[in-house]
């Protein structure tokens, strides 16, 4: 019975654990969806050549850019600088969080556009949607990020597994005997291996191998602008030992 127990909440811990890394993951593929949204309206509503449409979409890798780099309290300013060219620094420093003020640096590119007649009404509507739809994945992620799993509720489990699979030799020598220690092991292995499994998991954006895989998410919209103005793309990032970081 202590073993179900068990079994059921390690279960629940698993589960919450993997929803915040597939919606960090969601949120992700929404940022990748949404960047080639803007790129194709641009190229719609803005003549492809324009400076500002360039602007604009430099922008958009900046702000993919600086979201990696919060969630991962890290500095990306080697990997932005690229794209920063046409920007100035009140594009990214305005807030205590960069992305914050690229996505209000590309809402007044596109108040400029339309006072100056580059954008009509309903493209601005348009391309504001997508940025819209920024700030929601950004909400989003930082709510993942700062919002971890009860601590004392993981602890828990923790302490509990190494009770359980201290005492389970006791309680099961009588009928196994001498492969006793060849059923605590792999009853052992299970329960420790999910537990390790769920603090992996609960945590998606930082650099261990199971995390996701932001800095080739961040490469992609790279690649999606650099086809979209006409520049020669970077290429895709490769997986290492079979991992992506």
Same mark, same amino acid.
Not at 184 to 201: M, P
């Given at each position: 019975m202590f073993g179900i127990s068990l079994s059921i909440f390690l279960g629940f811990r698993n589960n919450a654990a993997y929803e915040r890394w597939w919606e960090a993951r969601r $949120?992700?593929?929404i940022l990748v969806a949404e960047t080639r949204s803007l790129a194709r309206a641009t190229a719609t509503f803005i003549a492809p050549d324009a400076h500002e449409r360039r602007r604009l979409l430099h922008l958009a890798v900046v702000f993919a850019h600086s979201l990696r780099g919060s969630l991962r309290r890290e500095d990306v300013t080697a990997d932005t600088q690229r794209w920063r060219a046409l920007c100035d620094e009140t594009a990214y420093n305005? !807030?205590?969080v960069p992305a914050a003020s690229v996505l209000r640096t590309m809402g007044e590119?596109? !108040?400029?556009?339309?006072?100056?007649?580059v954008l009509d009404l309903t493209g601005a509507r348009v391309l504001d949607e997508r940025l819209? =739809?920024? =700030?929601?994945?950004?909400?989003?992620?930082?709510?993942?990020?700062?919002t971890p799993l009860p601590f004392a509720y993981a602890l828990l489990v923790h302490r509990t597994a190494y009770v359980y699979c201290f005492l389970l030799p006791f309680a099961i020598v009588s009928t196994v005997g001498w492969l006793t220690p060849l059923f605590?092991?792999?009853?052992? !292995?299970?329960?420790?291996?999910?537990? =390790?499994?769920? $603090?992996?998991?609960e945590e998606p954006f930082g650099h261990a191998d199971n995390d996701l895989a932001l800095n080739a998410l961040c490469r992609t919209i790279e690649i999606e602008i650099a086809e979209a103005t006409g520049e020669t793309p970077p290429q895709a990032l490769q997986a290492e030992g079979f991992i992506l970081t």
């Open positions: $949120e992700w593929g305005r !807030y205590s590119d596109l !108040y400029r556009m339309r006072v100056r007649d819209a =739809a920024f =700030a929601s994945v950004q909400a989003s992620c930082e709510r993942i990020s700062n605590t092991a792999i009853v052992a !292995y299970t329960f420790f291996g999910l537990d =390790a499994l769920s $603090e992996e998991l």
